[in-house]
C-alpha cells in the first residue's frame, strides 16, 4: 500500500483536483452569470412595459376624462341653475358616464410572479404598489358610486316624470327633488375628477422615477 502511494503523481493529482474545483466554480460563475442576466432583461422588460401602460394612462386622463368630466360637472352646474330656462343641451349630459382606470396588466402579472421584487429601490416599490393598490382602487370604487346613483336614482326619477324618449327642460323646470339628485350627482363626478387629477399627477411622477432608474 505504501508502495502505491509512492507511485501517485501527487503534483498531477493535486493539479487534477485543482482543475475539478475551477471548472464547478466557472461553472458556477457562468449561470450565476446567465441568471443576473436573465433578471436584469426581466427587469428591463417589466419597467419598459410599466412605462408603456403609465403612459397610456396619463394620456387616457389628461386628454380625454379629465377635461370630459370637468365639462360635464359645468353642464350640469349650468342646468342645475337654470332649471326654470331652456337647457334641454345641459340635461342630456345627465345621462352620460364614463369611467377609466389605470391599466393593470403589468403590475398584476409581477405581483403574482413575484418579480416586483426585482425592483431593488424600496421607494419606487411603495409608490408603484400604491399607484395600483390604493389610486386605482378608489378610481373604481368612485366610478362605481356614480354609476350607482346615476342607475339607482337618476333613472327610476326620469322614469316617473318624464318622456325618456323626448326629455325636456320643463319637465324637470322646478322640482325640488331631481334638483336634490342633480346637486348629488355633481358633487359624485366631482369627486371622482379630482381623484382622475390625482392619478394622472402620480402617473406623471411615476414615469418619472421609472426612467431614472432604467438610466441608474
Not at 387616457?60 to 349650468?78: D, F
Request: glycine share 4%; hydrophobic share 40%; no cysteine.
Amino acid at each position: 500500500m505504501l508502495q502505491a502511494m509512492k507511485n501517485i503523481r501527487w503534483p498531477d493529482q493535486i493539479l487534477n483536483f485543482l482543475g475539478v474545483i475551477l471548472g464547478v466554480l466557472m461553472a458556477f460563475y457562468i449561470s450565476s452569470a446567465a441568471e443576473s442576466h436573465k433578471e436584469e432583461q426581466e427587469l428591463e422588460n417589466i419597467l419598459s412595459s410599466f412605462r408603456t401602460e403609465l403612459g397610456n394612462d396619463l394620456k387616457e386622463y389628461s386628454e380625454s376624462q379629465i377635461p370630459y368630466h370637468e365639462a360635464q360637472i359645468e353642464s350640469i352646474g349650468k342646468l342645475f341653475e337654470s332649471l326654470s330656462d331652456s337647457a334641454d343641451e345641459e340635461l342630456s349630459v345627465v345621462f352620460e358616464a364614463t369611467n377609466y382606470s389605470p391599466q393593470n396588466t403589468t403590475y398584476l402579472s409581477v405581483v403574482s410572479s413575484g418579480k416586483l421584487a426585482l425592483i431593488k429601490d424600496l421607494e419606487l416599490r411603495k409608490n408603484i404598489s400604491r399607484y395600483y393598490d390604493v389610486l386605482s382602487s378608489e378610481a373604481v370604487e368612485r366610478g362605481k358610486a356614480q354609476i350607482d346613483f346615476f342607475m339607482n336614482e337618476i333613472i327610476p326619477w326620469m322614469i316617473d316624470h318624464t318622456d325618456l324618449m323626448n326629455v325636456e327642460t320643463e319637465d324637470v323646470a322646478g322640482d325640488t327633488a331631481f334638483a336634490n339628485r342633480l346637486l348629488l350627482y355633481q358633487s359624485l363626478i366631482q369627486g371622482k375628477t379630482e381623484q382622475y387629477q390625482e392619478i394622472s399627477n402620480s402617473a406623471h411622477v411615476l414615469l418619472q422615477q421609472i426612467e431614472a432608474y432604467q438610466n441608474s
